[in-house]
C-alpha cells in the first residue's frame, strides 16, 4: 500500500493554464506538506497543513492555492500556470508538527510547462 | 534563520569501501538533524535522525551519522559502500520541539563505483 501518493504524476501542459495535484496519505498523520524541487534538485518548503489548519505559507505566488477537505488529503491548485512553475513537486506527511517526527515523501508531480 | 551545508555536489566510492556524506548546519537551539535519500524519479526516503542522546545514530540500509555539536556537523556513513546506495543524499535540520519547518541542504549525489 503506497502510503503518501500524488496524482497525477505527470502534467504536462501550456502556459497559462490552471491545474490541481491531488495528495493522500494513508497513514494517520497529523501534517502534510508541499515541497517544490527544482531543476538543480534544490527541495523548499511551499506549504504545511496541520489538521486541515495552515501552518506554514512560505514566499509562494498567491496563483498557488492549497485545499485541505481532511487531514488525509491536501491538494494543490496552481492558477495561469508560467514557464518557472516547471518542477517536481512534492507531497509529504508526519505524524506531527513536532519537529521530530520524519517526513513520509510521495513519489512526486512532474509539472512541465509548455 | 536555519540553514543546512552539504559541501560537496558529489561523492565518488568504489564498492566496498567507507563511504562519508558531509553536512553541516545552523540553528539558533537544539537542532533536530535528518538524513534522508532520493532515488531517481521518487520520492526522498527517511534514513536517520539525531534528535538528543547517543552522538552515533544509526539507520536504514546500514548507514549510520555521527552528531558533533562543536563542529554543526552530521555526517553520514556506511562502513561498506554497495552499488545500489548510489542516489542523492540530503541532510536537514528543524530548530528543535515546536519547529516543524525542515530545511534541506542542496544534496549530494553519491556515486558507488562497481
Known amino acids: 500500500d503506497t502510503a503518501v501518493s500524488q496524482t497525477p504524476k505527470y502534467l504536462v501542459t501550456q502556459m497559462g493554464n490552471d491545474k490541481s495535484i491531488k495528495c493522500e496519505q494513508n497513514?494517520?498523520?497529523?501534517?502534510m506538506y508541499w515541497y517544490k524541487q527544482d531543476s538543480k534538485k534544490f527541495l523548499k518548503i511551499m506549504f504545511s497543513?496541520?489538521?486541515?489548519?495552515?501552518?506554514i505559507n512560505e514566499t509562494v505566488p498567491n496563483r498557488f492555492s492549497p485545499k485541505s477537505p481532511d487531514k488525509a488529503h491536501l491538494n494543490l491548485h496552481i492558477n495561469s500556470l508560467e514557464l518557472g512553475d516547471s518542477a517536481v513537486y512534492f507531497c509529504?506527511?508526519?505524524?506531527?508538527?513536532?519537529?521530530?517526527?520524519?517526513?513520509?515523501f510521495g513519489d512526486g508531480t512532474r509539472l512541465s510547462i509548455l | 534563520a536555519q540553514s543546512v551545508a552539504q559541501p560537496e555536489d558529489q561523492v565518488n566510492v568504489a564498492e566496498g569501501n567507507p563511504l562519508t556524506v558531509k553536512c553541516t548546519y545552523s540553528?539558533?537551539?537544539?537542532?533536530?538533524l535528518f538524513w534522508y535519500v532520493q532515488y531517481p524519479n521518487r520520492g526522498l526516503q527517511f534514513l536517520l535522525k539525531y534528535i538528543t542522546g547517543d552522538n552515533l545514530v544509526k539507520g536504514s540500509y546500514g548507514f549510520e551519522a555521527e552528531f558533533n555539536k562543536s563542529q554543526t556537523s552530521f555526517h553520514l556513513k556506511k562502513p561498506s559502500a554497495l552499488v545500489s546506495d548510489s542516489a542523492l543524499y540530503f541532510c536537514a535540520v528543524t530548530s528543535g520541539a515546536g519547529s516543524y519547518q525542515l530545511t534541506f541542504g542542496k544534496g549530494t549525489k553519491l556515486s558507488v563505483i562497481p
Open positions: 509529504a506527511s508526519s505524524q506531527t508538527t513536532g519537529g521530530s517526527q520524519p517526513q513520509h
Open positions: 497513514l494517520g498523520h497529523d501534517t
Open positions: 497543513y496541520n489538521n486541515k489548519e495552515l501552518i
Open positions: 540553528v539558533s537551539g537544539n537542532p533536530y
